[in-house]
């Protein structure tokens, strides 16, 4: 093979070749699907169902089957007062992934759920409006994937 037969084979690209790959390396690194960033969205959660005026409304929500069964150690909690036959509370700038949400009427702002003979005296829930048996209902029973997306769950009172 002589020189010039050897360069007419290992030709440069021309400048609309070179153009159109950077283009393309840009699009493919500025996706959405390759960003390195977390995404983080807003979660409401509407407690309705509240029979009794006064007091506060207790969520937590949890990341985990630890967090959930264990007492007070909620990854989140919020307390808003009542001011009707509902509250809302909002997590703001949470990241992806599996939660479940506790959430309780504290009408005497004791810090409890305050429990009589046949169950709880005030009123509670769980998202996906799980029900456990002489208990609050497992994790998985409880449980939502959260992708990021700003999501709204209704809770209702028990």
Known sequence: ?????????????????TTLLCACAFLALASPGRSEESTVGTLTI?????????????????????????????QLIRKV?????????????LGPGEYAVKVFHDANENQQLDMG?????????????????????DFD????????RDLTIEIEAR
């Open 81 to 93: 007062p009542v001011g009707g036959v509902e509250a809302r509370a909002v997590y703001e700038k």
């Open 1 to 17: 093979m002589t020189s010039r037969s050897m360069s007419n084979t290992m030709r440069r690209p021309s400048r609309r070749h």
């Open 141 to 148: 029973d409880a449980k939502f994937a959260f992708d990021g």
């Open 117 to 137: 003979l046949m169950g709880p005296k005030e009123k509670f829930g769980f998202s996906n409006d799980a029900m456990g048996f002489m208990g609050p209902p």
């Open 46 to 74: 509407r407690f309705s169902g509240i029979e009794e005026a006064g007091g506060v409304v207790i969520f937590s929500v949890a990341g985990s089957r630890a967090m959930f069964e264990s007492e007070g150690a909620a």
